[in-house]
T-cell receptor, first 113, second 118 residues
Framework: AQSVTQPDIHITVSEGASLELRCNYS??????LFWYVQSPGQGLQLLLK??????LVQGIKGFEAEFKRSQSSFNLRKPSVHWSDAAEYFC???????????FGAGTILRVKS | DAGVIQSPRHEVTEMGQEVTLRCKPI?????LFWYRQTMMRGLELLIY????????DSGMPEDRFSAKMPNASFSTLKIQPSEPRDSAVYFC????????????????FGPGTRLTVL
C-alpha cells in the first residue's frame, strides 16, 4: 500500500529565509502527489499537485515542488518565507485503488521574525 | 462559492451521548469524503460517497460510527454512543470527479468540526 513520509515534524525558519519541506512516497508507478496547507483552526487548502509532465510544479502562495522519481521525493520549496506561512503542511498521494488520498503525518512550520 | 460547509465548528459532549456532524459539499461535486484528524493517527479517511452512495467505509472505526448522504447537498456523520477516544477534528471534503476518474482531481476541505468527548 502507498505511504507518504514527512521526516520533519517541526521546522523553524526565519522570515525571509528559504524553505524546503521533505516528502517521500512509496509507490511503483508514477504517483499523483499533492501538497496541502492547514492554517490553525482551518481546513486543508491545496497548494499544488503533480501527475505528469514537468517535474517542477508551481503552486499558490509562491510555493513550488519538484518530483524526483529517483529519490521517491516530492519536496516543497519557497524562496522567501513570510510570517503568514506558519502552518502545518501535508504531503499526500492517491491510493492505488479508489478515490483515497494517503496523507503524511504533516510538518509544522514555525516562522521567526 | 461558499466552499464546503461544516457544522457545528465545535462540539463538546459527554461520554455516551449521540453526536451528529453535518456537511454541505460544494454544489455540483459528486464525491464527498469524511476524514478524522488526531495527533496519534494523523489524517485518516473514514468513508466516502459517490453520487450519494457510500463507496468505501473501510475506515469507519466501529459500529458506533455511521454516515449518511440523503441528497447531493447534505451528509451526516453520527457517533452513538460517543467515547473520549473519539475526540478529534472531523473534516468533510468534496471533489468534482474523484481521483479514480481523474487522478489530479482536487479535494476541497471544510473547516472541520472539533469534537471533544468528556
Amino acid at each position: 500500500a502507498q505511504s507518504v513520509t514527512q521526516p520533519d515534524i517541526h521546522i523553524t525558519v526565519s522570515e525571509g529565509a528559504s524553505l524546503e519541506l521533505r516528502c517521500n512516497y512509496s509507490y511503483g508507478a508514477t504517483p499523483y502527489l499533492f501538497w496541502y496547507v492547514q492554517s490553525p483552526g482551518q481546513g486543508l487548502q491545496l497548494l499544488l499537485k503533480y501527475f505528469s509532465g514537468d517535474t517542477l510544479v508551481q503552486g499558490i502562495k509562491g510555493f513550488e515542488a519538484e518530483f524526483k522519481r529517483s529519490q521517491s521525493s516530492f519536496n516543497l520549496r519557497k524562496p522567501s518565507v513570510h510570517w503568514s506561512d506558519a502552518a502545518e503542511y501535508f504531503c499526500a498521494t492517491k491510493a492505488e485503488y479508489g478515490n483515497k488520498l494517503v496523507f503524511g503525518a504533516g510538518t509544522i512550520l514555525r516562522v521567526k521574525s | 462559492d461558499a466552499g464546503v460547509i461544516q457544522s457545528p465548528r465545535h462540539e463538546v459532549t459527554e461520554m455516551g451521548q449521540e453526536v451528529t456532524l453535518r456537511c454541505k459539499p460544494i454544489s455540483g461535486h459528486d464525491y464527498l469524503f469524511w476524514y478524522r484528524q488526531t495527533m496519534m493517527r494523523g489524517l485518516e479517511l473514514l468513508i466516502y460517497f459517490n453520487n450519494n452512495v457510500p463507496i468505501d467505509d473501510s475506515g469507519m472505526p466501529e459500529d458506533r460510527f455511521s454516515a449518511k448522504m440523503p441528497n447531493a447537498s447534505f451528509s451526516t456523520l453520527k457517533i452513538q454512543p460517543s467515547e473520549p477516544r473519539d475526540s478529534a477534528v472531523y473534516f468533510c471534503a468534496s471533489s468534482l470527479e474523484g481521483l479514480a476518474v481523474r487522478g489530479t482531481d482536487t479535494q476541497y476541505f471544510g473547516p472541520g468540526t472539533r469534537l471533544t468527548v468528556l
